[in-house]
Structure formats: structure tokens, C-alpha cells
């Protein structure tokens, strides 16, 4: 079976900083997704990739910027931190989910 | 607006009972996937129904799907306290699997 890894487990940042999450996955898929899980609202859609250097936004990606060098690897940044900001992001590789990185800004 | 929806919000039961949870949509789909998702986890896929089908059964778990009245349901049956977790339904909106949208979820709560 594959698996999923998700780098780091958690992230603190500070406003105004950019900071990036990365994503492997050895299952040799196509899609890969990242998702932001909020307290209450579920997951939403920021990035997303079919292949190798693609990249599709979702609903949420303003703030946001992605990078897909590799099949195995997808990277987001988060452009400029939000004071406060809490949330979970969740990188998928097709239905397979990681355990996502859990940020928070000071 | 939330293309998926699940209720209820929350509920309990107590071990070895059967438990359903809807799930509302509000397009056309190619598919839809429940999701569970425990404390500290990622999701987890429990089933993916085709728009084609109208139930799926994985072990204890049983989903169905209404295309006409755009609702599909998860059933648990003989609850463990391991099924206590978040439960997701998600559609692809006719995006033919490239996208899924999710609802907000179910926190299922099993009682010993």
C-alpha cells in the first residue's frame, strides 16, 4: 500500500510571513489535491493538480500558491500569513488523504 | 454556498446500535464518496457511489443513492466505539472525479 506524507505536523507562523507545506505521496498518482479544513466549515478546495506540473485552483486559493515539480510531490505556500489563522491542510492523493499540517499564526 | 450537505449536525448512540446520516447535494454528479475522519486524522474513504448505482455495502456500512431526489445515505449497523469519528459526504459535481466538494460533516459519537 502507498502512503501519504505530510511536512511539517505543525507549523507556527508569524503575520505577514510566506510559509510552505509539502506533500509525497508513492502511489504513483496522477491527482493530487490540497484542502483547508476550518473549525465547522469542512474542507475546501485551494489547489489542485492532474499531472506533473499542472495546477488548477479551487474555490479558496486567493493567498495561496502552489507547485507541482514532481509527480510525487505537491507543495502550497501560503503567501503572507494571517494573524490568528488556525486551520488544518489537507493534502489528497486521488481519495487518499494525509494527515495534514495544522497551522497556526501568531 | 455548500454544494453538500450532511444531518444531522451531530448525533450519539450506544454501542451496537444502527446509525444513518444523510446527505443532501445540490448537483448533478458523477459520483459520490463518504468519508469518515477521526480525531487527529486525515479523511479516510469508506465507499464511492457511481451516479449509475443506487447502493454500495462495504462490510458494515451501507450507502445508497437517490439521484432524483439528490440525497444518498450512510448507514452503520452493530456500532463499535471505533466508529466514533466525523463522517463527510462529498460530490464531484458532474466534474467527472476531478474535483470533490465536501459538506461540513456529521460528528458521530459512539457510546460504550
Known amino acids: 500500500g502507498g502512503i501519504i506524507t505530510q511536512t511539517p505536523k505543525f507549523l507556527i507562523g508569524q503575520e505577514g510571513q510566506k510559509l510552505t507545506l509539502k506533500c509525497q505521496q508513492n502511489f504513483n498518482h496522477d491527482t493530487m489535491y490540497w484542502y483547508r479544513q476550518d473549525s465547522g466549515k469542512g474542507l475546501r478546495l485551494i489547489y489542485y493538480?492532474?499531472?506533473?506540473?499542472?495546477?488548477q485552483k479551487g474555490d479558496l486559493s486567493e493567498g495561496y500558491d502552489a507547485s507541482r515539480e514532481k509527480k510525487s510531490s505537491f507543495s502550497l505556500t501560503v503567501t503572507s500569513a494571517q494573524k490568528n489563522e488556525m486551520a488544518v491542510f489537507l493534502c489528497a492523493s486521488r481519495q487518499y488523504f494525509g494527515p495534514g499540517t495544522r497551522l497556526t499564526v501568531l | 454556498s455548500q454544494l453538500a450537505e450532511e444531518n444531522p449536525w451531530a448525533l450519539s448512540v450506544h454501542e451496537g446500535e444502527s446509525v444513518t446520516v444523510n446527505c443532501s447535494y445540490k448537483t448533478s454528479i458523477t459520483a459520490l464518496q463518504w468519508y469518515r475522519q477521526k480525531s487527529g486524522e486525515g479523511p479516510a474513504q469508506l465507499i464511492l457511489?457511481?451516479?449509475?448505482?443506487r447502493e454500495k455495502r462495504n462490510g458494515r456500512l451501507r450507502a445508497t443513492l437517490d439521484t432524483s431526489s439528490q440525497s444518498s445515505s450512510l448507514s452503520i449497523t452493530a456500532t463499535r466505539c471505533e466508529d466514533t469519528a466525523v463522517y463527510f459526504c462529498a460530490t464531484d459535481a458532474n466534474t467527472g472525479y476531478q474535483n470533490f466538494y465536501f459538506g461540513k460533516g456529521t460528528s458521530l459519537t459512539v457510546i460504550p
Open positions: 457511489i457511481r451516479s449509475n448505482e
Open positions: 493538480s492532474i499531472t506533473e506540473n499542472d495546477l
